[in-house]
């Protein structure tokens, strides 16, 4: 059997570990650039506010109900949730880490899975105040299904697992939800899955999986499969290398001048090699982005994206920066308000299978010394050795008004408690 | 399968294995062309008793330059404490017993003095132990955060502060009360 534990509005549960106040109460929490909502509160959710709204259009209903707004604090969500999933992983030999807030294990070891995800979800509410559901199945599609099922029906006391409920009581509650609600199912594969009447969780589970496979692809047939308990998808334990590796923010005021965005370029570039680095890849092709804003209707909107080769594949610093730059300067217009800006390394291939070039531009020596960067970097503090352009207090950085402390990473930001 | 009479293998042709000069069947081995002779030479002698290695000389000997102080040579004798290295202490290990769940708290005032708690002391706070009467514990108060002994009164929660200038508070049953976590250490730089 396997089972997903995924904790209940997480980021907002983080929150209220170490707000009380915030208990009991409807609270939203914002994004990157407090620009929209990525967690609510229970309450939160039964005044109306929707998931991914823009702040400003729920303006008024947060006025009128004294709805607790706080900006992301990801130091403290990230340290969480390495407790949690720590926590849950003592119970398991087998677990997937599937996002911040939830992981598949497997079950197989214990007799009576109900009772040991009982165990789980009381341990993460005692150790940690994280509030969780925890659905249980044969495969990773009806794990998923019950827990959609234990977030969406209280009866079932957080825990709800499929193989204890007759097959037609199954069917039955599969009728009730849509087919969008299926992990895997995005938005697009709904409207595709809708046009062949294919509407309820339960219409997917009685499909054709030949037909299925023909007409739309071979995913969704092992969708399919899954719903009918056979096994498809294994739980990966070990993350698969990203493909594609995206680092982009949303400034916190209008940029217009050039030094600045090569300012966030730079940023964006440090930030993304040394992702591209820790996964032990290089990259052929890198990416950038800038875009005015969309919401601003007099001006005109402006957006451009360019790519830039790279002569060999690389992971140093130096040399993506060079080539993101060019693409800079190629699509940087005059008298634009631009507010976002990104970068996007792609063509990304292991290290071990790289292939050197006959006439090596690359001086290996600056391969080396962003190592060395790296591991001083890494010692003592963050940004401790940086690149000329890059700022250590950017002026265009985020917005974030209203975050809470990093309680649980940096000795400054305590809970003080007399 | 066609039952061919006619050539392939037929039991007992050819000559016997082991029948050649050496006695027992042979291999087919590359050799460098410029050292056939010697090898020919090596493997056709006597066999004299039991001596397995026979070193071959280098057609063309070669220099190798070795550094003098290329490898540090261990000489000396044995540092005596090599069987017993053990690593080395860590606070860590010494106060917190269960990682995932324990934080660490600041502390404002003197409201736990007499208990050795003081101002801008770090406190060690385990949620996964149960707390007792007698412990110190973390707890929430309508929103607010206070560390105190723990103690009951008629059934009802009552939380004692380690300085007589301060009041025990009572827990009544309108308040928002819970028990955030048990205080098992403190810290404190000079």
Known sequence: MLALVDVNNFYVSCERLFNPKLINKAVVILSNNDGCIISRSDEAKLIGIKMGQPLFKVKELIRQHNVQVLSSNYPLYADLSSRVMRLISGFTNHQEVYSIDECFISLDEHKDPRNIAMVVKEKLWADLRMPVCVGIGPTKVLAKFGNHCAKKQKKWDGVFATYLLSEACLNEMMDVFSVGEVWGVGDKLKQKLELINIKTVLDLKGSDVISIKNTLNVNVGRIVHELNGIHCFPLEQVAPKKKQIITSRSFGKTVTDYPQLVEAVTTFVVRATLKLRSQDTLCSKVSVFISSSPFIRDSNYYHNLTTVGLANPTSNTGLILKGSLEGLRSIYKNNISYVKCGVILSGLINSENSQDNLWPVDDKRKGDLVFVMDKINNRFNGSTLRLGTQPLYPTWGARQLKKSPSYTTSWKELLVVS | ?190
């Open chain 2, 1 to 190: 399968m066609k039952d061919n009479k006619r050539g392939g293998f037929r039991v007992g042709a050819g000559r016997k294995s082991g029948s050649g000069c050496f006695g027992e069947s042979t291999k087919v081995i590359r050799v460098p062309t410029s050292r056939v002779t010697e090898i020919n030479q090596y493997i056709r002698r006597p066999q004299a008793g039991n001596t397995d290695i026979v070193m071959l000389p280098h057609p063309t000997p070669q220099k190798i330059q070795l550094k003098l102080f290329d490898h540090k040579v261990p000489a000396g004798f044995p540092s005596p404490a090599d069987d017993h290295i053990e690593k080395s202490l860590d606070l860590n290990e010494y106060l917190i017993t269960k990682k995932e769940s324990t934080f660490f708290v600041k502390i404002k005032g003197d409201s736990m003095i007499d208990a050795s708690i003081h101002d801008n002391d770090i406190v060690i706070v385990d949620r996964s132990k149960q707390a007792k009467v007698g412990d110190i514990i973390l707890a929430s108060i309508d929103g607010e955060f206070t560390i105190k002994i723990l103690a009951k009164h008629l059934s009802l929660p009552r939380l004692l502060p380690a300085n007589e200038k301060y009041q025990p508070i009572v827990i009544q049953e309108s308040m928002q009360f819970e028990i955030w976590g048990v205080v098992t250490g403190a810290v404190r730089k000079f």
